[in-house]
């Protein structure tokens, strides 16, 4: 197996994690307003850091730039972001599918934030590294769920409501 390959795999593979958190999402939008801190985003600015990379990548498996905004796209619904997510998670297994494995390995992205060049790595290294921090803000997200009113969603295994419920059964 490749790199290239490996990294579908796991992209594919960590995909429906990140749609269960955005479907454990609250129904009421206003309650991703929440942040933990002053200092830390919000809710809604982590989904946004987030989805941006999704967009990002497909755009940079074509153009070769990977460029994220810093104003973040609104939407209306918690259904409106998971298909968002969701169209642009499974357009990137299609477009790298495309991409031969030396482009993979040597191609150089250029990183943008707003236009803005911040590093150029291979392709490669930063698919990786955009992966990795969604997971990251991924689990960020898991702990505003209590503090947004709504249930934590099962990411990688039963959550503390799962165990409750499971510990009652075997009474």
């Known amino acids: 197996m490749t790199n290239k390959e490996f990294f579908i795999q796991t992209w594919q593979s960590e995909m429906p994690r990140t749609l269960s958190a955005i479907n454990g999402l609250p129904n009421d939008m206003t309650k991703?307003?929440?942040k933990c801190d002053e200092k830390a985003r919000s809710a809604a600015a982590i989904l946004g850091h987030v989805l941006g990379h999704a967009e990002a990548m497909c755009n940079?498996?074509?153009n070769f730039i990977a460029d994220e905004k810093t104003v973040y796209k609104r939407?209306?619904?918690?259904?409106d972001?998971?298909?968002?997510f969701d169209r642009y998670a499974?357009?990137?297994v299609d477009r790298l599918s495309a991409v031969d494995d030396k482009t993979w390995d040597e191609q150089c992205i250029d990183y943008q934030v707003d236009g803005y060049s911040l590093f150029?790595?291979?392709m490669s290294n930063t698919f990786w590294l955009l992966l990795f921090d969604t997971i990251h803000h991924r689990g960020q997200l898991s702990t505003y769920y209590r503090h947004?009113?709504?249930r934590n969603p099962n990411i990688y295994g039963p959550t503390a409501e799962d165990v409750k419920v499971m510990a009652a059964l075997q009474n």
């Open 60 to 62: 940079a498996a074509d």
């Open 148 to 150: 947004m009113d709504v």
């Open 90 to 92: 499974r357009l990137l």
């Open 75 to 79: 939407f209306r619904t918690r259904e």
């Open 120 to 122: 150029a790595y291979p």
């Open 81 to 84: 972001i998971a298909a968002y």
């Open 32 to 34: 991703l307003n929440y």
